[in-house]
Structure formats: C-alpha cells, structure tokens
C-alpha cells in the first residue's frame, strides 16, 4: 500500500511582501518592487510561489534539525547538487536532477558536435521528490498597497524606494509519499534514475535492503529492484519534514515586514491514495470575495466521502485566536467521526507524527 501524508495549512500574515515579483511595471520609478500576484475571476490574489515555501522548508530543517544539506555546484547557466540521496536528505526529501557535464568536440567539417564526458558523473541522474507542495495564495482578494521608503542617511535628498505590501489569510497544501523516503531506483526512466548502477551495487554491498517496486515491472513481469535505507533513517526524515512546520520561517523583506508564516490551521491525514482530498475547505465570501470564510462542511463532506481511503486519524490543529468562531462546528466533527482530532496546532503536528511512524513499513 503505499501510503501518502496529506497536508493542508492555512497562514495568517499582516503588512508583508512575502515573495516579490520583481520591479514593478506599472510604475515609473525603478526601485518599485510589485508582490507576486495571480487572477481568478477578474479579481487578484497575492502568492508565494511553490519552490519559495520549499526554500523555507529547506532552511528550517537545516537551520532547526541539523541536516547536512547537499552543496551546490555551479557550471555555466546550470546548477546541481551532489545527487546522494544516502549522505543528504534533502537530496532525498526534496529531488534533484544532475545532468552529465558536456564538452563541444570539432567534427571534421568544423561544426560543434556535443559529446559526454565520461567518468563518475557521466550519468544523467533524476528523482522525482516525494515532497510536493503547492504555492501559497491568498483565500481572499486581496489589493496590495505600495509603501514608500526613504534611503535618507546620505547628504542632499533621499533615495526613494518602493515595495507592495499585503495583509491575507492564504492556503496551501502538501503531499508526502511515505514509501517513496528513503526508497531509491536506478533503472532508466526520467524522475527514476536516482542512482548510477555503481552507486546501486555499492548499496547492496552495504546491506541496504532490496526491495520490490511495487509498480514498475521489466518485459518479464518481474518487478523491479529498488534499494531502501533502513527504517529508522527514514522514519526520522519524514518526521523532520513535518515537525518543521512548527517553527518554519521565511519570507522576503523580513528586516521590516518579519512574518510569522507557521500554520495557523493545520490539517493532516494518511491516505492510500494520490488525491489530496482537502484543496476547497476555505473559500472566500464569493460576493466581493474579500473574507476568508473555513468551509466547514466541506471538511465533513470529504471526511464522509473518503472515509474509505483514510488511515488511522485525521488531525486538525488551530491557533487560539484564529477564527475561533468556527471552535464549535470543528468540535462536533470530532463528535461526529471517531477518527477526527482538533487539537492546537503543535500538538496536531506532534500527534501526526506519532501516528505516522507506525504507518512505515
């Protein structure tokens, strides 16, 4: 079975520019930097993008768990990291992609011809990452309002300079393939060549277990060999990977638009499926779409229509404070389903990942 952590978190942020988009267009003065925005409906919706919250993430499991992150080679126009998924969990955890180094070689009627270069790297490694996640956007509609500053320390007038800023409640959500940690392939697929044959048969010589693909089988209906890091190694990554959602941080301008980006609501589930069942239980007033409403009965409806492919507890965490007008109708979702908890926010967290590491096999 393989099994998937499902994750839906809602921010609640005031007066930030959390992910910029650059200098603004619709403005004279270059130093205006505009906030990354999305339309639906004719209407704008603030954002932060997908691989902006990876960074976050990224930083904190570094900066909060101690892990050894990949380093970073940079050739040309590319960049690439190690690709050892053995050494460095983010390698693990978050993919990587590490293309051979290529060399122009002149043909004999003098025209550049690419070849590759041999050696240790010479093959192309790729790994889908078992950690996806969307962007984060404003639930409501939001008008960033653009504040100017002054860079005044110098003699004569002051050097202006401009950014948007914003106040929202915005969504995002997150998927985790729990077998897919710690599980590596080498056959040549793109997203599937993690590993060199080299690097394969050294894991083996280590005693790293060998196990099946469960999906992928050769021309003889034999299922593919995968190697897997031993299990504590990858119960503790997903645990880190989820705990760091408690004290995660990140954000542009943070010298004087510092934001709390934590969950301020917080859903997780385990589920034996790819769906993330949990993407419309917020929606906005849908009149001038400027109030971020909690949809409710939409979380009861999913938590009904699904409740076949949901394992173990689904736990929901709020912060005090945060719509607390919705206290009552999610305590009687824990009335009305045994297997629904509302929690704080870190104490969901804590108790997902107690559930959790009794879900790896």
Known sequence: MNLKTQGFILLDVDVVALNNAGISKANSNDNNV????????????????????????????????????????????????????????????????????????????GADTDIKVEGENKDTLTRISPLKNSVFVSVAS??????????ARQEGDGALYGKEEYSAIMKGMFSLDLFQVGTFSSYNKTGFKNLTEKAMDEAIKKGFNIVEDPFVRDTNGVSKRMIQLP?????????????????????AMQTNNMADVTPKFIVLATTNSGNHPFSHIVKNDGVRAERALLNVEGLREVISDYHDQFQ????????????????????????????????????????????VTTQIP
């Open 34 to 109: 505009e906030t990354k925005k999305i339309y639906k409906d004719g209407r704008s919706y603030t954002y932060v993008s997908g691989q902006a919250w990876r960074y976050w993430w990224r930083e904190t499991l570094k900066n909060s768990f101690a892990w050894q992150l990949s380093p970073i080679t940079r050739d040309s126009k590319i960049a690439f990291t190690e690709a050892n998924p053995f050494v460095y969990p983010d390698d693990d955890l978050f993919g990587y992609m590490r293309a051979p180094k290529k060399e122009k070689k002149k043909s004999k009627k």
């Open 312 to 355: 173990g507890t689904i736990f929901i965490g709020k912060r005090s404070g945060f719509m607390d007008e919705y206290d009552a109708e999610l305590k009687a979702l824990e009335a009305d389903f045994p297997n629904v908890r509302v929690l704080t926010v870190n104490q969901a967290i804590d108790q997902y990942c107690e559930q």
């Open 142 to 151: 939001t008008s960033p309002v653009t504040h100017l500053s002054s860079m």
């Open 231 to 251: 299990r504590n190694i990858r119960v503790q990554r997903i645990v880190d990977t989820i705990a760091a959602l408690k004290n995660i941080s990140g954000g």
